[in-house]
T-cell receptor, first 110, second 114 residues
Framework: KNEVEQSPQNLTAQEGEFITINCSYS?????LHWLQQHPGGGIVSLFM???GKKKHGRLIATINIQEKHSSLHITASHPRDSAVYIC????????????FGPGTSLSVIP | GAGVSQSPRYKVAKRGQDVALRCDPI?????LFWYQQALGQGPEFLTY????????KSGLPSDRFFAERPEGSVSTLKIQRTQQEDSAVYLC????????????FGPGTRLTVL
């Protein structure tokens, strides 16, 4: 069983739709990251969460530590949101070891 | 530069060749990480440096993989006798206490072994 899982694996949405990507993990963590990766591009950090909720523009990330679950929401989705979204957890180790989920490939159609 | 840089961006190697991938972290970042990302998958941890010390190499898939960071800044990931299964994007990331644990990623090196 993977330590970090994401659902769905692939997602196609119409422009303007509300999108939710889920992440669940099975290890003790100190923080959780949501990352964005465009095809052929580097990885960009969107959020780092250790509790509660964060919002940045049309992106909202929530985490429930007790349930070991996090969600990334995109409101009013746009084609430029098309990318792979990766959930990554920072483990409670002596350094910032990070384990990545498999990613969710999002395609937003105009 | 302001970000993490990696070179080369693309590398094609014949099976059995040795390759060396370079990472220039953000200046002053103590922590440096190497990851391997196969097509359609999330990055997998390879190794971690704190300054010049390699504190964790548990993710290196075989003894053909070797990483170094001799002066605590630039790092090199070397793969000896490359195999087709080594084909992947190799990502480097750096962080420091100032970044609060957020890792900044380079663009990656796409390695294709024929």
């Amino acid at each position: 069983k993977n330590e970090v899982e994401q659902s769905p694996q692939n997602l196609t949405a119409q422009e303007g739709e509300f999108i939710t990507i889920n992440c669940s993990y099975s290890v003790g963590i100190s923080a959780l990251h949501w990352l964005q990766q465009h095809p052929g591009g580097g990885i960009v950090s969107l959020f780092m969460l250790s509790s509660g909720k964060k919002k940045h523009g049309r992106l909202i990330a929530t985490i429930n530590i007790q349930e070991k679950h996090s969600s990334l929401h995109i409101t009013a989705s746009h084609p430029r949101d098309s990318a792979v979204y990766i959930c990554a957890v920072r483990m409670k180790t002596s350094y910032d070891k990070v384990i990545f989920g498999p990613g969710t490939s999002l395609s937003v159609i105009p | 530069g302001a970000g993490v840089s990696q070179s080369p961006r693309y590398k094609v190697a014949k099976r059995g060749q040795d390759v060396a991938l370079r990472c220039d972290p953000i200046s002053g970042h103590v922590s440096l990480f190497w990851y391997q990302q196969a097509l359609g998958q999330g990055p997998e941890f390879l190794t971690y440096f704190q300054n010049e010390a390699q504190l964790d190499k548990s993710g290196l898939p075989s003894d053909r993989f070797f990483a170094e960071r001799p002066e605590g800044s630039v790092s090199t990931l070397k793969i000896q006798r490359t195999q087709q299964e080594d084909s992947a994007v190799y990502l480097c990331a750096s962080s420091s206490e100032r970044t609060g644990g957020t890792q900044y990623f380079g663009p990656g090196t796409r390695l294709t072994v024929l």
